[in-house]
């Protein structure tokens, strides 16, 4: 699950820049909490860490306008980095207990590690789509207070390797869950979850753009937490279904542990593989990705999850029985996630894949099952917000995968992070 709002800009592939000022054998990780409620948000700086990698582009430094928050960084006033990402707090600021109740979400973003001073610049979302600041502060090379820790000794699996990082998607994944004794078991479940990755399109077709690895963290114990069975493990990243109540919402606020065992290998992304038959999951456009192992559908889920955690795609279903989530969206304004819309800008979207005798809106009937149209229902709401197909796998696990709208997406996320390096572009 994920949110807000504004218009949606298509970005071109190329978009993003090069330049001087930073350090691409390393990164400088900014930790920062987000105390939230349904009044508002803020940000709680925590701590400067020192990472051995960057495993990001070295050219594409502006990430697309997408997330419902974003982390700048500033040359004096020349904008050198940008990334969108979204937040548990966003949710949480949504719900009815939000507005007698503060809660705090941790955080953990890299940024290629800078030469010199640069100010670091956190903004959010409001109802309007419009960026506001939350909060900013310098970051610069020579802060005594930048923690240069010894990076943990956790075993590490190859998966899948294509080439340089900075060319490349990278995916780390991270063992929860997972006691010493199943260790095995967890390359394993880990190996099937890539494997079947690879089975989707587009996914089928850009497995030569991926680096996979698979960092073995060992628990105490086997699981994970079910609060609603009285269900408590003692794990690495303390995990818990039932987040605001929703009984398979799997997530944890344990950003810092998770960041601190990835720092081992360069990565675009995080995916915490848990340990448990159960089913859920949960994943946040450029924060974190979960999954369970071992239901059946465990590895449908995995790439539903990815989908939000990797490109931001919004869920397609809706419903009307649980209010938890119904005011998500203001559907006076166009949404910036690309696979709704609520035909507020319709252009912005994917009307140039629908064809022209094809109804906007189209109805859910069976003439239309099989084309590109604009399906009301999505974004957990059965008015006012519209899908790109009658299903997909954004909506339920019955799909092979992906509409392509959202194959489309996918595939921009993946040119945009796969940039050639500019140590290879100078040779």
Not at 84 to 104: M, P, T, V
Not at 156 to 173: P, W
Not at 257 to 269: G, H, K, R, T, W
Not at 339 to 350: E, G, H, R, S
Request: proline share 5%; charged share 25%.
């Amino acid at each position: 699950m994920r949110y807000l709002f504004l218009v949606f800009l298509i970005f071109p592939l190329g978009w993003g820049q090069t330049t001087p000022i930073f350090n691409f054998s390393k990164s400088l990780r900014i930790d920062f909490q987000l105390l939230s409620d349904a009044q508002g948000m803020e940000v709680i700086f925590q701590q400067l860490k020192e990472e051995p990698h960057w495993g990001g582009s070295e050219t594409n430094l502006i990430f697309p306008p997408l997330g419902n928050l974003r982390l700048q960084l500033f040359d004096g006033a020349e904008l050198v980095f940008s990334k969108g990402f979204n937040s548990l707090a966003d949710e949480w600021s949504a719900i009815e207990a939000a507005k007698a109740e503060k809660r705090l979400f941790y955080h953990a973003i890299q940024i290629p590690f800078p030469k010199k001073a640069l100010k670091v610049q956190i903004d959010r979302r409001n109802r309007e789509g419009e960026f506001q600041l939350l909060s900013s502060r310098e970051v610069s090379p020579d802060d005594y207070f930048i923690k240069k820790e010894i990076a943990p000794s956790y075993p590490v699996k190859t998966l899948l390797h294509n080439g340089s990082a900075a060319e490349k998607v990278d995916l780390a994944i991270l063992a929860e869950g997972y006691t010493k004794d199943e260790m095995e078991k967890f390359y394993k479940d880990a190996q099937r979850m890539t494997d079947y990755m690879f089975t989707i399109p587009p996914f089928d077709a850009l497995k030569k753009d991926f680096n996979i690895y698979a960092i073995g963290v060992v628990s105490e114990e086997s699981g994970t937490d079910v609060p609603g069975k009285h269900i408590f493990k003692k794990t690495a990243f303390n995990t818990s279904f039932y987040t605001f109540d929703q009984e398979r919402y799997l997530t944890t606020n344990s950003m810092c542990e998770i960041a601190d065992a990835a720092c081992v290998v360069p990565y675009d992304q995080l995916y915490v593989l848990v340990n448990t038959p159960i089913y859920g999951g949960g994943g946040f456009y450029n924060h974190l990705n979960l999954g369970t192992a071992d239901h059946e559908l465990s590895e449908k889920v995995y790439i539903h999850e990815f989908g939000h955690g990797f490109v931001g795609l919004t869920d397609e279903y809706y419903y009307d029985w649980d209010p938890t989530f119904q005011s998500v969206y203001n559907t006076a304004i166009e949404p910036w996630e690309e696979n709704i819309t609520t035909l507020v800008n319709f252009d912005c979207k994917w009307k140039d894949m629908v064809q022209k005798k094809t109804p906007i809106p189209t109805p859910r009937t069976a003439k239309y099952e099989k084309v590109v149209g604009a399906f009301e229902g999505g974004g957990y709401v059965s008015k006012g917000v519209y899908s790109p197909m009658q299903d997909c796998r954004m909506k339920s696990n019955e799909p092979k995968g992906f509409c392509p709208v959202c194959e489309r997406a996918i595939r921009r996320t993946v040119n945009f992070l796969k940039s050639e390096s500019t140590s290879k572009k100078g040779k």
